[in-house]
């Protein structure tokens, strides 16, 4: 049987596929747009695909019984674009690489490490006690509003939890037995539950409900010192709305992980950006790597793998979201 890895996102799951695989397939790397030639071959003859986009400008493909998501987020796929038959499937596998990224965040943004040894390297003790520095945050006895109570929210609860912090859960279903969770919230008590915290952690999936979900009101409810941390998707937050909180400094700062557009290259010119959150003072940027860790490409190739083995096997796959030509 043949799968194709479409696209250079896919490409570093390859050897660790062939390791895993316990039914014979044929992996073929190819690009990651519809129209490359190599995929429009491919795709004729391929009995599954691993990636992260699929169109309606999609060739053919008579054979394609699985097209894989090597994650969560599938908004890359066009659910009606699937061949008549085949089966969605994704996975998850990056919750504790997202937490300990969040963890990190709010950490940084309480110690200042990274300002720390840029000021000793300058031979600067002036933040020392020794010298009348002033005292840096601690974690411990502040608050976190998770927004998202799924793996992520459920792993960072967790991990605050253990860092004495208090924490709130917010969550389109309320469940009053959220283990690690002071207080729980719907989402349309949004803004009543970022009112208190130190910290909000977005970790939810995009949806027609989540997108924009934080917009200039929910910023607006935030403390002037309070942090967003986004390790969910972009677009739950109004780009716009959060670049003004920001610039006008009305909450203390954001740490950015998922973008509201990708490049189609490694290098992008920031001054390209609609919104310069990098001319700004009170954030922390980074380029979606809070759930790629080596632990979630392991985690993430054998869930694939297995459910390769359960398509050549005949078996129910894992993780099915939709089958092409069903309503």
Not at 13 to 19: H, N, V, W
Request: hydrophobic share 45%; proline share 5%; glycine share 10%.
């Amino acid at each position: 049987m043949r799968a194709l890895l479409m696209g250079p996102a896919v490409h570093p799951f390859r050897a660790g596929l062939e390791k895993m695989l316990s039914t014979k397939w044929e992996l073929v790397e190819t690009g990651g747009a519809m129209d490359d030639a190599d995929v429009v071959r491919g795709l004729a003859e391929a009995d599954a695909a691993i990636g992260i986009a699929f169109t309606k400008a999609a060739p053919p493909a008579p054979r394609l019984r699985l097209l894989q998501v090597p994650g969560a987020g599938y908004d890359g796929i066009q659910i009606p674009a699937l061949p008549a038959g085949t089966s969605l499937c994704n996975c998850f596998e990056h919750e504790p690489g997202c937490s300990e990224y969040a963890m990190l965040a709010m950490l940084e943004w309480s110690i200042r490490l990274a300002a720390a040894d840029a000021d000793m390297r300058r031979g600067d003790w002036s933040r020392s006690s020794r010298f009348g520095g002033a005292p840096d945050g601690e974690l411990a006895g502040s608050t976190v509003a998770i927004v998202g109570m799924g793996r992520i929210g459920k792993a960072v609860a967790k991990r605050a939890k253990a860092f004495d912090m208090r924490v709130l859960g917010v969550n389109r279903t309320v469940r009053a037995d959220e283990p690690n969770v002071d207080a729980m919230y719907g989402l349309d008590r949004l803004a009543e539950a970022v009112r208190g915290a130190d910290f909000v952690v977005l970790g939810c999936a995009l949806t027609d409900e989540t997108r924009g979900l934080v917009d200039a009101r929910v910023l607006g409810a935030m403390q002037p010192h309070a942090v967003i941390v986004n390790v969910a998707r972009g677009p739950v937050i109004d780009e716009a709305a959060l670049h003004a909180a920001l610039a006008g400094r009305r909450i203390g700062g954001a740490v950015i992980d998922t973008w509201w557009r990708y490049p189609t290259v490694p290098r992008q010119a920031t001054a390209e950006w609609p919104h310069r959150f990098d001319l700004l003072d009170n954030v922390i940027l980074s380029a979606h790597i809070a759930g790629w860790t080596t632990g979630t490409v392991q985690r993430r190739t054998r869930a694939m793998a297995a459910n390769l083995d359960r398509l050549a096997r005949g078996e129910p796959l894992d993780n099915l979201i939709a089958i092409g030509g069903r309503t």
